[in-house]
């Protein structure tokens, strides 16, 4: 990464040429751009379930030291507690269609990725979760270890795979009363699941009364897709393995966090001591209040806020736009890793688009050789 006081500059590139490249084209624009005096506010914003992909983190575990290490850490806590190895799964390529394997690598990933960040110096100054994601964020904040969090990751995924096809999960491009309404008699059935922003929603449910619920909507173009979750979460429908959850869980401990996480169960900052067993199965069966976790965050201090979605793939970040622009707040959101894209080049872009915007990292990212 070539940076530049003058100007918000960084080049990404994997070899000697595209640098040169780049610098010749940099230096043929005309430049206005300031790079910002003041470092802005910086939020870790955790995905949930879904994005997740054979093989992704792959190339970070063979070429970047601090994420490698982390998720050595990691599999050895999910192997502790299931008997299978995580980095062996990543580097052949296994399959993740099972809800009990996926969460636990999607986890892992969040808290490498989180630790990679923070190794080059970018810290955050608050987090949110968004279901499943709370757990790494927890972990982040270091109100939970890493064996207590593999602990309640691989437990709870291996009870949420008990109910996997018996419930279906779509995203709704209504708001919360909309989707209520929609619902209309179907409301002992399907339920808002999630509130992603003032006009996105999450329904869970039958999957047949889910499907007469969106055909209407479709027809009159109303944005409707289906969730590659298999399991209601976050409704009644999980309330068959919430018994075995909270004895599961009977032993978690928690203490309170360095960093102010945002709860998207109780609606309120949470200092992390809450996180024991009894939060957690409260966790799987109530909506996730994404939306107005970004509210409260955007209503905090003014001036700019960057937000920064750690997980698998791009799931979060359009509905932060969407709340940063509702909320009328000044601010970028970005993804860790994108579709089709390098992992590397995905991180050092983001890097590059976190030191424009005022985040000064502490050190180059380390390669092995």
């Not at 390529?93 to 999607?106: D, F, K």
């Not at 006009?199 to 047949?208: E, H, V």
């Not at 979605?309 to 736009?321: C, F, K, N, Q, T």
């Amino acid at each position: 990464m070539i940076t530049s006081k003058s100007w918000p500059t960084a080049i990404v590139s994997g070899d000697r040429e595209q640098v040169a490249d780049g610098l010749r084209e940099f230096l043929t624009r005309t430049h206005t751009g300031v790079r910002p005096a003041d470092r802005p506010r910086l939020v870790f914003a955790f995905s949930g379930h879904g994005g997740h992909q054979a093989g992704m983190g792959r190339e970070l575990l063979t070429a970047v030291p601090p994420f490698a290490q982390s998720m050595a850490e990691c599999s050895r806590a999910i192997e502790a507690e299931t008997g299978w190895s995580l980095i062996d799964l990543l580097l052949d390529g296994g399959p993740m269609t099972e809800v009990s394997v996926a969460q636990p690598a999607v986890w892992a990933l969040q808290v490498s990725l989180a630790r990679l960040w923070r190794d080059w110096g970018i810290e955050p100054d608050v987090m949110i979760g968004h279901s499943m994601g709370e757990i790494a964020a927890a972990v982040t904040a270091g109100s939970l270890t890493v064996r207590a969090a593999a602990e309640l990751v691989c437990r709870r995924s291996a009870l949420l795979e008990t109910l996997r096809g018996t419930g279906d999960m779509w995203a709704v491009a209504l708001s919360e009363d909309d989707a209520r309404q929609a619902i209309g008699p179907f409301a002992d059935r399907v339920w808002v699941c999630a509130m992603n922003t003032g006009r996105s929603t999450t329904l869970a449910g039958d999957p047949d009364a889910l499907a007469e619920i969106t055909a209407p909507l479709l027809r009159r173009r109303v944005f409707c897709r289906k969730l590659k979750a298999g399991v209601a979460g976050h409704s009644p429908q999980v309330d068959p393995i919430l018994c075995d959850l909270r004895a599961g869980l009977s032993g978690l401990e928690a203490r309170p966090g360095r960093i102010p996480l945002y709860s998207t169960v109780l609606d309120r900052f949470v200092d992390g001591s809450e996180f024991i067993g009894g939060y957690w199965t409260a966790h799987a069966r109530r909506p996730v209040r994404f939306a107005s976790a970004c509210r409260s965050v955007l209503a905090g201090p003014p001036g700019r806020t960057l937000f920064v979605e750690i997980g698998p793939r791009s799931a979060l970040v359009g509905s932060i736009e969407e709340n940063l622009i509702a909320a009328g707040g000044e601010g970028i959101a970005l993804p860790c890793l994108r579709r089709d894209v390098p992992e590397l080049t995905s991180m050092m872009t983001s890097l590059a688009a976190v030191f424009a915007e005022g985040c000064d990292p502490v050190r180059p990212p380390a390669r092995q050789p």
